[in-house]
């Protein structure tokens, strides 16, 4: 066990909809990261929250967006849902936000757009 | 355009001998590289990381090589055990930020 929580496990909705993924991350670390990983893909970097700022975007769509709260917690927001966006979405956090710090993952919410 | 490459998507190993996962990159402004190993239906877990100021990192059964010239590193597990069956993906991070930057990963099973 990570110490990284994910909810939900899996999702399942239609074209066109909003879901809202949500990440609490390990006691004391500061920094959460989001990825997403589709079929036969590598995890691809979707962006970064350091204490509830946001520190680094990745390859993330406008319909996405995220937001880290005052109690660290983080919620990635899907919306206008298309097929493609079918994928695991992991979220990881560390202590601090430099890089070389391993990066704790949660198990990810397997999302499924019909 | 892909910056980490690992360009075996497979590996098929008998107990007890050496796994070798080999992974390339492009980006000379990567400065660390971290190993994760993934379960099915679970989150990728850190296996070993090295900075780019080493060329070998070792952590009992694992260690991690670096060719900086070459732009390549790889993993070697010794001796390969079942419960090493796993997807392991190469990652990398660099300049001011820390996200992090994963090839596609190798699927390895350790034949018993």
């Known amino acids: 066990d990570s110490g990284v929580t994910q909810t939900p496990k899996h999702l399942i909705t239609a074209t066109g909809q909003r879901v809202t993924l949500r990440c609490s991350p390990r006691?004391?670390?500061?920094?959460v990261y989001w990825y997403q990983q589709s079929l036969d893909q590598g995890l691809q970097f979707l962006i970064q929250?350091?204490?509830?700022?946001?520190?680094a975007k990745g390859n993330i769509l406008e319909r996405f967006s995220a937001q880290q709260f005052p109690d660290l917690h983080s919620e990635l927001n899907l919306s206008s849902l298309e097929l493609g966006d079918s994928a695991l979405y992991f979220c990881?956090?560390?202590?601090?936000?430099?890089?070389?710090?391993?990066?704790?993952f949660g198990p990810g919410t397997r999302l499924t757009v019909l | 355009d892909q910056q980490v490459k690992q360009n075996s998507p497979s590996l098929s190993v008998q107990e007890g001998r050496i796994s070798i996962l080999n992974c390339d990159y492009t980006?000379?402004?990567?400065?660390?590289f971290l190993w994760y190993k993934k379960y099915p239906a679970e989150g990728p877990t850190f296996l070993i990381s090295?900075?780019?100021?080493?060329d070998k990192n070792e952590d009992g059964r694992f260690t991690v090589f670096l060719n900086k010239s070459a732009k390549h590193l790889s993993l070697h597990i010794v001796p390969s055990q079942p419960g090493d069956s796993a997807v392991y993906f190469c990652?990398?991070?660099?300049?001011?930020?820390?996200?992090?930057?994963f090839g596609k990963g190798t699927k390895l099973s350790v034949k018993p």
């Open positions: 090295i900075s780019s100021i080493k």
């Open positions: 980006n000379s402004m990567f400065d660390y």
């Open positions: 990881a956090s560390s202590v601090v936000a430099e890089p070389g710090n391993e990066q704790f």
């Open positions: 929250y350091y204490n509830g700022e946001e520190r």
């Open positions: 006691s004391g670390d500061l920094s």
């Open positions: 990652a990398a991070s660099g300049g001011s930020q820390g996200n992090l930057i």
